[in-house]
């Protein structure tokens, strides 16, 4: 896999959502850091359409699953029913048995319904009935979450929260990519007729090169700077020891889009706003945005 490969993917999801580069590198950054991704924006902005363009693009198994208040565990991870020809127990597996899951609209699901996903997030593997199954290889979630002001919602625990390498927040297209798209709307592409970039060997290839981006001590020193100074300052929460594992990782994806096979500061600062402010914020997202950039601001990288 070359960087024309990635150039080729980044230029077919830019069809999908039109003019919103930095989103979809952001994207692509957490699955090639092997995380999983929350889309948190107003209902219509495309994290639908994104999640969907991913999994054809990648060449992905995939099932978007409508998050409601009434969904039960059972609907996302499957279900053991007993068959009198065979007299015992088989069971039926979820739909998170796909490589990629999209949560859609997850926080309007119960508490003990989102639950259900923490196993197979942390892990790669669900338990039903006291019997663990594994999950494909590769395996990602990506959900929506609609702001947690709007009516119906049910917000994320700190513990889910955390399980998402990194949160995005899509925006309103610009001037002059709504008209593009507003013209180009009967033309544009459907999804499902994308074709697929690369293999998921291919993928699976491209994760373990992400692992291998070095970084320097003095780089190393600067994340956990960022780190510690989000566990002194009074607002929000300060962030787990995860969170810097996936900082890092993030931080190697990025470099890696970039052509680059070492980490730089400017690749910590591209993604850190993405990894830290679902964690750090204690109530709104304004909030947690405006930590993240105090913290930024107050840390300068000495390499």
């Not at 899951?101 to 006291?130: C, F, Y």
């Not at 925006?171 to 990519?177: H, N, R, V």
């Not at 730089?264 to 405006?290: K, L, T, W, Y």
């Amino acid at each position: 896999m070359t960087q024309q490969n990635l150039s080729q993917i980044i230029k077919q999801l830019e069809m999908v959502l039109l003019g919103k580069p930095d989103q979809i590198k952001l994207a692509l950054t957490c699955i090639l850091a092997k995380g999983h991704l929350l889309i948190e924006d107003l209902p219509g902005m495309g994290k639908t359409s994104l999640s969907h363009g991913i999994a054809q693009t990648l060449g992905l198994s995939y099932q978007r699953v409508q998050f409601t208040s009434d969904m039960l565990p059972a609907d996302i991870l499957g279900v053991s029913i007993f068959d009198s020809e065979q007299s015992q127990f088989i069971f039926h597996p979820g739909p998170i048995f796909k490589q990629m899951i999209l949560a859609d609209e997850i926080n309007r699901a119960s508490p003990k319904t989102q639950s259900a996903l923490l196993e197979a997030m942390a892990e790669h593997q669900i338990t039903v009935d006291g019997v663990t199954h594994p999950l494909p290889n590769p395996f990602f979630v990506i959900a929506t979450q609609n702001p947690s002001e709007q009516s119906g919602t049910f917000p994320l625990p700190e513990s889910q929260l955390d399980r998402f390498m990194m949160r995005l927040s899509i925006g309103y297209p610009s001037a002059d990519a709504e008209l593009e798209m507003l013209k180009s709307h009967v033309q544009s592409p459907q999804i499902t007729t994308l074709p697929q970039c690369i293999t998921q060997l291919e993928l699976i290839e491209l994760q373990q090169m992400v692992d291998k981006v070095s970084a320097s001590d003095a780089l190393l020193g600067y994340i956990l700077a960022l780190v510690d100074a989000s566990r002194v300052q009074k607002e929000g929460f300060g962030l787990s020891p995860r969170a810097s594992k996936a900082l890092l990782q993030a931080a190697k994806a990025w470099a890696f889009i970039q052509g680059r096979t070492y980490l730089v500061p400017e690749d910590v600062q591209a993604v850190f706003s993405s990894v830290a402010e679902h964690r750090i914020r204690s109530s709104s997202q304004q909030q947690g945005e405006a930590i993240s950039q105090k913290i930024l601001s107050s840390i300068n990288p000495i390499l």
